[in-house]
């Protein structure tokens, strides 16, 4: 039988992890065998300018955090796995979606994204979604393109009194 210290340390750890899908906006799991440690640390460095961490855990504490979260990712939790946590919702996901595009040896499993699981697919579409500043350009520019056609018009209006 386990001692009291090895359980109270593994308990600390499902609580850490039970803590951190409840603060994560955006959690990813992923394989990253075949990752060399400098790759490793290189998706953790482009990662922590986006407020996300990696970590990995044993398959058996992350599954009794996640049944303490209600959440069922059965089928994933076989192998060597990494998980990323991510206080924002889409920057830590197009990171490592780039990441895993320029390395073939890691591969997204699947993700936990506001609470509801999600695929692969799912994953990828929110990869795809442009930044807060690309949006708030491409806002910009159809704003734009009205007031310029409201201008045009304007001035053909103008013209036409003149004459």
């Not at 603060?23 to 640390?41: C, D, H, K, P, R």
């Not at 482009?46 to 992350?62: C, G, S």
């Not at 994953?123 to 949006?135: H, Q």
């Not at 007031?147 to 209006?157: F, K, Q, T, W």
């Amino acid at each position: 039988m386990a001692s009291t210290k090895v359980l109270d340390a593994k308990k600390a750890i499902v609580s850490e992890i039970t803590e951190k899908l409840k603060n994560s906006e955006s959690v990813i799991l992923f394989e990253y065998q075949g990752l060399t440690v400098s790759e490793v640390s290189e998706l953790r460095r482009k990662l922590r300018d986006t407020e996300a961490e990696v970590r990995v855990y044993k398959n058996t504490l992350l599954k009794r955090a996640l049944d303490d979260a209600k959440i069922s990712l059965d089928g994933f939790l076989e192998g060597p796995n990494a998980i990323m946590f991510g206080k924002n919702l889409l920057e830590p996901i197009k990171v490592i979606t780039e990441f895993a595009k320029d390395h073939d040896k890691m591969k997204i499993q699947v993700g936990i994204i506001n609470g509801n699981t999600a695929d692969l697919k799912v994953i990828n579409e929110y990869a795809s979604i442009p930044s807060y500043e690309g949006l708030l350009t491409m806002l910009a520019a159809g704003m734009m393109e009205h007031v310029r056609n409201l201008a045009i018009g304007l001035n053909l209006y103008a013209e036409k009194l003149e004459n």
